[in-house]
Each structure stands twice: as C-alpha cells, then as structure tokens.
C-alpha cells in the first residue's frame, strides 16, 4: 500500500473509535458556507444521502491516494453534480469540510504524517476537480 492511503486508513480508524458520526460535523461545516445547499438533499431523513456522499468522498480520496481514480470517475462525478446544480465552488468546501472535520475528530492523535498524507490527497484531488471544469482530464 502507497503511504499515503496506509496513513489515511490509519486515521480513519482513529476517527471510527472517537466518532460515532462524521456526517454531521463535515455537512455542519459546508452548510456553514452554503446553507442554500441543504435543499438539495431535500427530507433526508438520518443523514442518508449525505452519509451515502460522504462515503463515496472517502472512496475517491483513498483511490486517489492509491493512485487509482480515474480521471472519467472525477468527471461523471462532476457531470452528476451539475446537473443537480452542484457549483465549482462548492467542491473546495466540501473537500475542506470533510480534512477539517477528520483532523478535529483525531484531536490529540493528528500528527505531521496524517496533516501531509490528508493535504496530500485532498489537495490532489480536489486539483483535479478544477482540471475537468476548466476543461480538461480527457
């Protein structure tokens, strides 16, 4: 395994042990930005389809950090989100969302090794985001 998606899976665990639900505080933290956005999900009842997408953020930021997420994944991602008026905007926040709401639920056991490996992946990932809505990735 690449060190990367090891340290991510690592502190995932952590968060699995001192968090019963990450859902909450990640969705807390993007309609922070944008509230508009809860309609969205309209009577999502249980955090369903939030939990559903928050998980299939975590698939791709750990294929990513194995160095397998496609670039034709990233965009029926974005195709799909568009159509439901997801904005580009919208994209870096969720991403920062989910790094803040992992790094506060690890508190005292986030290290240099898990901030690198979490900027790493987001950050890479979030770049090739921006790569297909400026027209790119083919």
Not at 6 to 11: E, G, H, K, P
Not at 59 to 86: F, K, Q, T, Y
Not at 99 to 128: C, P, S, T, Y
């Amino acid at each position: 395994m690449k060190p990367d998606a090891d340290a991510i899976l690592r502190s995932l665990e952590i968060v699995a042990e001192r968090c019963e639900d990450l859902v909450p505080p990640v969705y807390g933290r993007f309609y922070a930005r944008f509230p508009e956005a809860r309609k969205m999900f309209g009577r999502d009842e249980n955090n369903f389809h939030q939990g559903q997408m928050f998980n299939g953020m975590l698939l791709a930021i750990i294929e990513h950090a194995e160095g397998r997420c496609p670039m034709g994944s990233i965009r029926a991602w974005v195709a799909d989100h568009n159509a439901l008026g997801v904005g580009r905007d919208m994209f870096p926040v969720m991403f920062s969302a989910v790094f803040d709401a992992i790094k506060a639920a690890m508190g005292d056991a986030w290290n240099d090794e898990f901030e690198g490996a979490w900027h790493r992946q987001v950050g890479g990932l979030a770049a090739q985001f921006e790569t297909v809505f400026d027209g790119g990735g083919r």
